[in-house]
C-alpha cells in the first residue's frame, strides 16, 4: 500500500482541504496518511512554511495549490511506479547468456596468464634465436632476427651474445676495462657511420650469437614478467603504483641514461658544449631498463585488474539471475 505524507500546520484551510481530498480518493487509491506538523522541527517548518500543504508520495511531490485532480493523478502515477517495482522485484528480468559473455568472464579471470604467456614469448624468441644459429638451425633463426628487427635497433655492441667469449662486446668509448670491444672482434667501425653493419652483424662461433633484443630491451619485458608473476603469488592485491612513483622509478633513471645517450651522439656543436658524447654501459641498460618495466607494469598492471573484476562482478550478476536447469 501507498504512503502519502502530507507536510500541513494548524489553521491552515489548504492543508484541511487536502487532507479531506485524500480522504475522498481513499477507495479509489488506497493509502495510508501520515501527517506531519511543519511547526514541530525548526528544519521542517524551514523547508515548508511557505509551501504547505504539501504531499510527497513516492518519487511524487506536490505543493500548494493543488487541484484533487491534480492529487489523484500523483496517487495514481505513485500507485503505478509502487506496483512496477513490486513486479520486478517478484519477477527479476531474465536475459540469456550468450557465447560473448563466457568467453568475456573467462578472458576477465585468465588475462594475466594470457598476458604473461605473450611477454614470456616475446622476450623468449629473441633468445631462441643464438641457440638456433649455434646448433646449425640458421632459417628459423634468421627469420626471429628479421621479426624483431623493426621492434628493436639490435646493434651488436648493445646487445649480449650466448656461446662466445664474452657476454657483451661494448663501444671502446664506453670505457669498460677488461673486455673486448665490438670494434676489436668484429672489425666494423664503432662510430656512426657503422651503425648499419653494427644492426646487421649476428654474431660467428668467437664472439658468439646476438640476442635479436638490445640489453634494454631485454631488462625492460624480463622486469614486467617478474612483476607479473609477483602479481599472481600475490593474489593480485598488489595496489597500482603511484604515478609520481611511476615517473620517479620508471621514467626519470631511463631517460637519465637513455636520452643523454642519445642527445650527445647528435654530433650538434652546441650540445658537446655542456653533454659531453657518452655511451651508456650494459650494467647501466639492464637497471634502468628493469626499473622502467617493473615500475610500468607496477603501474598498468593493478588498474587492468580493477577494469576486469568489474567485468568479472556484472557477468557473475548476470549469471545468478539465470534460471534454475
Known amino acids: 500500500m501507498l504512503e502519502v505524507v502530507l507536510f500541513s500546520r494548524t489553521n491552515c484551510h489548504l492543508c484541511e482541504q487536502a487532507k479531506a481530498d485524500l480522504q475522498a480518493l481513499q477507495t479509489e487509491i488506497p493509502h495510508t496518511l501520515l501527517e506531519v506538523d511543519i511547526d514541530s522541527d525548526p528544519v521542517v517548518h524551514k523547508k515548508y512554511f511557505d509551501k504547505i500543504p504539501v504531499v510527497e508520495v513516492g518519487p511524487y511531490r506536490l505543493k500548494a495549490p493543488f487541484s484533487r485532480a491534480e492529487l489523484r493523478m500523483t496517487l495514481g502515477a505513485a500507485r503505478d511506479s509502487h506496483s512496477q517495482k513490486v513486479r520486478l522485484a517478484n519477477n527479476p528480468p531474465v536475459t540469456s ?67 662466445g667469449e664474452q657476454l657483451y662486446y661494448p663501444r671502446t668509448i664506453a670505457g669498460i676495462s677488461g673486455v673486448k670491444t665490438f670494434g676489436e672482434v668484429t672489425g666494423i667501425d664503432e662510430s656512426n657511420s657503422g651503425l648499419l653493419e653494427a644492426r646487421q652483424f649476428i654474431g660467428n662461433e668467437q664472439v658468439g650469437y646476438k640476442v635479436a633484443l638490445c640489453q634494454r630491451d631485454v631488462a625492460i619485458y624480463t622486469a614486467i614478467v617478474i612483476f607479473g608473476l ?13 604515478w609520481i612513483g611511476w615517473l620517479a622509478i620508471a621514467i626519470a633513471p631511463l631517460g637519465l641514461d637513455g636520452f643523454s645517450q642519445l642527445i650527445s651522439q647528435l654530433g650538434l656543436p652546441f650540445i658537446r658544449d655542456w653533454l659531453p658524447f657518452r655511451e651508456s654501459t650494459p650494467v647501466l641498460r639492464v637497471v634502468t631498463g628493469f626499473l622502467f618495466g617493473f615500475g610500468t ?28 536447469k
Open 97 to 163: 547468456i550468450t557465447g560473448a559473455d563466457r568467453f568475456s568472464y573467462w578472458i576477465a579471470n585468465h588475462w594475466l596468464a594470457m598476458v604473461m604467456a605473450l611477454f614470456i614469448l616475446y622476450v623468449g624468441l629473441p633468445f631462441l634465436a643464438p641457440v638456433l644459429m649455434k646448433t646449425g638451425v640458421q632459417t628459423p633463426a634468421r627469420i626471429i632476427y628479421t621479426v624483431y628487427s623493426p621492434l628493436c635497433h639490435q646493434l651488436g655492441f648493445r646487445s649480449f651474445f650466448l656461446f
Open 230 to 242: 609477483l602479481y599472481a603469488l600475490t593474489g593480485r592485491r598488489i595496489q597500482p603504483l603511484h
Open 297 to 324: 607494469a607496477w603501474f598498468g598492471l593493478p588498474y587492468v585488474e580493477e577494469s576486469m573484476k568489474e567485468t568479472r562482478d556484472a557477468l557473475v550478476q548476470k549469471f545468478a539471475t539465470q534460471p534454475k
